[in-house]
C-alpha cells in the first residue's frame, strides 16, 4: 500500500510538472522582443563608413576599399589661392595625382599611383587590423599602412643620384573611434624614411609626425572633414599641412573638396614636404574624385 | 479514492495535451531582397530567426547588416543610405496565420497559408498579408513566400535605387 502511494504521488507530480511545461502558452511575440533586445545588448557588428572614403584629403583613413571593387581615384590642387587675379587665384595651374586602389579582402587593400609633384610613383599596402565593433565589441578601428615612393623626376646629373636615393618609405598606424553616427575621429602617427634628402635641407633623414582626422557628418551625405600633422621635425621652409574640406557621397561616388596648404599628395609630400602656409594665403583649392568600379567576382 | 485520482490524473493529462503548444524555430532562415529592374541588385540574408507556433503566430527576426550583396561597396551603401542600419540594426515581422483550420502541422503536406501582421522596417511599422506555403515533411515545417514592398511606405527614399523591392522567404525550421 505504502509502495502503491509513493508510485501514485510520483506520478501526479510528474503530471503536474509536465503540464506546468506544457500548458503555458508562450507569446512568441514577446519571446521575439526578448530575445532580439538580448541580441541586441551582445551585438558584435561591425562599425561601417567611420569615414566615406580611404582618404579624407591626402591622410589615409582607416577605410578599406571593397573586397572586389576598384577605386579610380583622381586627386587635383590648383596653384596656392594668393597668386592673385592674374593667376585666376591659382586655377592656371594644376598638379594631380592618379591612382588605382585594389580591394583584395575584407581587410586589405593596395594601391599605385602617379603624381605630377617630383613625377612620382607610388604604392602602398593597407591592412586592417582591427574593426571597431557595435556593443561592447572592439572599441577602435586600426589600420596598418606602408607605402613607398619613387622621384622619377630627371635630376642634375653632377648630383649621382642613385635609384635608391630617390625612394621613400613611409609607413603609418591609423586608430579611428567612430563616436557617432556623424562624428568620427582619427590619430595617425607616422614615420617617413628618405633614403636622400633631394630638393630639401635641415630635418633629418628619418621624419616623425602625427596627423589628426576629423569628420562632422552634416546630412546623410555630406561632410565636413579636417586633417593635420604635427611634424617633430621639419624641413627648412616646410610647415605641417592643414586641411578642410567637404565630402559628398552619392553611393559609387565619393567627391571631396577642400583647401590645403601642401601641394603633394601622397604620403611623405603631404605630410613633410608642404611648402605653404595658411597665414599668408599659401593655400590651394583642391578636390579628389574617387569612382568605385566592381572588378571582382561573386559574394558568396 | 483511486478513481477520484485517476479521474484528476486523467483530467490533467487531458488538458495538458489539448494546451500543448509547440513551436518551430530557426536561426538561419533565408530571406532574399531584390530590386525587379537590376538582377545585380540582390541581397541574401541567411540568419533569419523565425519562430512558428502551432496556435498560428509566426515571428521573423533580422539584422539589416546581415544581408550580403554582390557588390561590397553596394552592401555599404544600403546598410549607411538605404536603410540606415546604425539607427535601426533589425527586420522585425509578427503576424499569425488567418487560416488556420487549412493548415495542420502535425500532419504531413502541403499547405498555402495566408498571413497577415506588422513588419517593421527602417523604424516603420506597417500591416503587411502574405500568401504562402507551409510544407510539412516528416513533422518539421519548410515556409516558402514572396512579396512585394513599396520603400516610400517604410520612409525610405529609394528613387534612385529601387521603389519596390522583392522579398522572398525560405524557412527550415526544427
Same mark, same amino acid.
Given at each position: 500500500?505504502?509502495?502503491?502511494?509513493?508510485?501514485?504521488?510520483?506520478?501526479?507530480?510528474?503530471?503536474?510538472?509536465?503540464?506546468?511545461?506544457?500548458?503555458?502558452?508562450?507569446?512568441?511575440?514577446?519571446?521575439?522582443?526578448?530575445?532580439?533586445?538580448?541580441?541586441?545588448?551582445?551585438?558584435?557588428?561591425?562599425?561601417?563608413?567611420?569615414?566615406?572614403?580611404?582618404?579624407?584629403?591626402?591622410?589615409?583613413?582607416?577605410?578599406?576599399?571593397?573586397?572586389?571593387?576598384?577605386?579610380?581615384?583622381?586627386?587635383?590642387?590648383?596653384?596656392?589661392?594668393?597668386?592673385?587675379?592674374?593667376?585666376?587665384?591659382?586655377?592656371?595651374?594644376?598638379?594631380?595625382?592618379?591612382?588605382?586602389?585594389?580591394?583584395?579582402?575584407?581587410?586589405?587593400?593596395?594601391?599605385?599611383?602617379?603624381?605630377?609633384?617630383?613625377?612620382?610613383?607610388?604604392?602602398?599596402?593597407?591592412?586592417?587590423?582591427?574593426?571597431?565593433?557595435?556593443?561592447?565589441?572592439?572599441?577602435?578601428?586600426?589600420?596598418?599602412?606602408?607605402?613607398?615612393?619613387?622621384?622619377?623626376?630627371?635630376?642634375?646629373?653632377?648630383?649621382?643620384?642613385?635609384?635608391?636615393?630617390?625612394?621613400?618609405?613611409?609607413?603609418?598606424?591609423?586608430?579611428?573611434?567612430?563616436?557617432?553616427?556623424?562624428?568620427?575621429?582619427?590619430?595617425?602617427?607616422?614615420?617617413?624614411?628618405?633614403?636622400?634628402?633631394?630638393?630639401?635641407?635641415?630635418?633629418?633623414?628619418?621624419?616623425?609626425?602625427?596627423?589628426?582626422?576629423?569628420?562632422?557628418?552634416?546630412?546623410?551625405?555630406?561632410?565636413?572633414?579636417?586633417?593635420?600633422?604635427?611634424?617633430?621635425?621639419?624641413?627648412?621652409?616646410?610647415?605641417?599641412?592643414?586641411?578642410?574640406?567637404?565630402?559628398?557621397?552619392?553611393?559609387?561616388?565619393?567627391?571631396?573638396?577642400?583647401?590645403?596648404?601642401?601641394?603633394?599628395?601622397?604620403?611623405?609630400?603631404?605630410?613633410?614636404?608642404?611648402?605653404?602656409?595658411?597665414?599668408?594665403?599659401?593655400?590651394?583649392?583642391?578636390?579628389?574624385?574617387?569612382?568605385?568600379?566592381?572588378?571582382?567576382?561573386?559574394?558568396? | 479514492?483511486?478513481?477520484?485520482?485517476?479521474?484528476?490524473?486523467?483530467?490533467?493529462?487531458?488538458?495538458?495535451?489539448?494546451?500543448?503548444?509547440?513551436?518551430?524555430?530557426?536561426?538561419?532562415?533565408?530571406?532574399?531582397?531584390s530590386a525587379p529592374n537590376d538582377?545585380?541588385v540582390?541581397?541574401?540574408?541567411?540568419? @533569419? !530567426?523565425?519562430?512558428?507556433?502551432? =496556435? +498560428?503566430?509566426?515571428?521573423?527576426?533580422?539584422?539589416?547588416?546581415?544581408?550580403?550583396? $554582390?557588390?561590397?561597396?553596394?552592401?555599404?551603401?544600403?546598410?549607411?543610405?538605404y536603410?540606415?542600419?546604425?539607427?535601426?540594426?533589425?527586420?522585425?515581422?509578427?503576424?499569425?496565420?488567418?487560416?488556420?483550420?487549412?493548415?495542420?502541422?502535425?500532419?504531413?503536406?502541403?499547405?498555402?497559408?495566408?498571413?497577415?501582421?506588422?513588419?517593421?522596417?527602417?523604424? @516603420? !511599422?506597417?500591416?503587411?498579408?502574405? =500568401? +504562402?506555403?507551409?510544407?510539412?515533411?516528416?513533422?518539421?515545417?519548410?515556409?516558402?513566400? $514572396?512579396?512585394t514592398i513599396v520603400m516610400n511606405d517604410f520612409n525610405v527614399s529609394a528613387k534612385a535605387v529601387a521603389e519596390k523591392v522583392n522579398?522572398?522567404?525560405?524557412?527550415?525550421?526544427?
Open positions: 500500500m505504502m509502495i502503491f502511494t509513493k508510485r501514485l504521488l510520483a506520478i501526479v507530480c510528474l503530471t503536474l510538472t509536465t503540464q506546468m511545461i506544457f500548458a503555458q502558452q508562450v507569446d512568441l511575440f514577446k519571446m521575439q522582443d526578448s530575445t532580439n533586445a538580448a541580441d541586441n545588448k551582445n551585438g558584435h557588428e561591425p562599425v561601417l563608413n567611420t569615414f566615406y572614403s580611404t582618404r579624407l584629403v591626402n591622410g589615409h583613413t582607416v577605410e578599406i576599399t571593397g573586397k572586389g571593387s576598384m577605386d579610380f581615384r583622381i586627386n587635383h590642387r590648383f596653384s596656392p589661392l594668393n597668386l592673385g587675379f592674374y593667376e585666376m587665384f591659382g586655377l592656371d595651374a594644376a598638379s594631380m595625382r592618379l591612382g588605382f586602389d585594389f580591394g583584395l579582402t575584407d581587410n586589405l587593400m593596395v594601391g599605385i599611383g602617379r603624381t605630377t609633384y617630383f613625377k612620382e610613383y607610388d604604392g602602398f599596402i593597407k591592412y586592417r587590423l582591427m574593426h571597431q565593433k557595435t556593443g561592447n565589441g572592439a572599441p577602435l578601428s586600426i589600420t596598418w599602412e606602408g607605402s613607398w615612393a619613387y622621384r622619377n623626376l630627371k635630376m642634375d646629373p653632377t648630383l649621382k643620384v642613385t635609384s635608391s636615393d630617390r625612394t621613400v618609405w613611409t609607413t603609418q598606424l591609423l586608430i579611428a573611434r567612430k563616436f557617432s553616427n556623424n562624428f568620427s575621429f582619427q590619430v595617425s602617427p607616422s614615420f617617413t624614411h628618405y633614403n636622400r634628402r633631394l630638393f630639401v635641407s635641415g630635418g633629418s633623414t628619418d621624419m616623425f609626425a602625427v596627423g589628426f582626422l576629423v569628420r562632422q557628418k552634416v546630412s546623410k551625405r555630406i561632410s565636413i572633414n579636417g586633417e593635420y600633422f604635427l611634424q617633430t621635425q621639419r624641413f627648412n621652409g616646410m610647415h605641417d599641412p592643414l586641411s578642410i574640406g567637404v565630402d559628398i557621397n552619392t553611393g559609387g561616388h565619393v567627391f571631396q573638396l577642400h583647401f590645403t596648404n601642401s601641394q603633394g599628395m601622397n604620403d611623405h609630400s603631404a605630410i613633410h614636404e608642404t611648402s605653404g602656409t595658411w597665414g599668408n594665403g599659401d593655400v590651394r583649392w583642391g578636390f579628389n574624385v574617387s569612382r568605385i568600379f566592381n572588378i571582382g567576382g561573386k559574394r558568396k | 479514492m483511486k478513481l477520484f485520482l485517476s479521474l484528476v490524473i486523467s483530467t490533467v493529462f487531458f488538458i495538458a495535451n489539448a494546451d500543448a503548444q509547440k513551436i518551430f524555430a530557426t536561426r538561419n532562415g533565408k530571406v532574399t531582397f538582377e545585380d540582390t541581397a541574401v540574408n541567411n540568419e @533569419v !530567426t523565425s519562430r512558428i507556433a502551432d =496556435n +498560428g503566430q509566426m515571428t521573423f527576426s533580422l539584422l539589416i547588416k546581415g544581408f550580403k550583396f $554582390k557588390y561590397a561597396e553596394m552592401q555599404d551603401h544600403f546598410n549607411d543610405q536603410l540606415e542600419s546604425t539607427k535601426f540594426p533589425r527586420g522585425d515581422f509578427k503576424g499569425t496565420i488567418t487560416n488556420l483550420n487549412e493548415v495542420n502541422f502535425s500532419k504531413d503536406g502541403a499547405y498555402k497559408a495566408t498571413v497577415s501582421g506588422d513588419l517593421t522596417l527602417h523604424g @516603420v !511599422t506597417k500591416k503587411v498579408t502574405v =500568401n +504562402g506555403t507551409i510544407e510539412v515533411k516528416g513533422g518539421k515545417p519548410v515556409l516558402t513566400a $514572396k512579396f522579398v522572398e522567404v525560405s524557412c527550415q525550421y526544427q
